[in-house]
């Protein structure tokens, strides 16, 4: 079980926030449903297979024009479920690909 070693403190939505992803290159897009979000990271929902995101970096779009975005790597997937990190100028590369853990594929 994961959750409390977080850097960050969660927002929980008590009501579902449409978002979507979508690939860095664009080829491809997943309607999902915002479950939670901090700082740092966020939890969603993912309408269909999870196969993309085995590219590991994606966007977050926020908004139906696309102007609201926010650059994502993953860390997790639990079924339809995925945990995602924001990867900012910072973040960029400090994360460690064997500390990520992929609960089901």
Known sequence: MMGN???AQRVRFDHKH?????GV???WRRSCILLDA???GAKLEV???TDPLKAQEFFLVLSSTGLAFR???LIW???SQVGIHFVTAKTKGKANPEKRLVRSQ
């Open 71 to 73: 650059r994502c790597e």
């Open 25 to 27: 290159d664009g080829t």
């Open 5 to 7: 070693d977080r850097k």
């Open 47 to 49: 309408d269909g297979s």
């Open 38 to 40: 901090s700082a740092s």
């Open 18 to 22: 449409a978002v979507s992803i979508m």
């Open 77 to 79: 997937v639990d079924g």
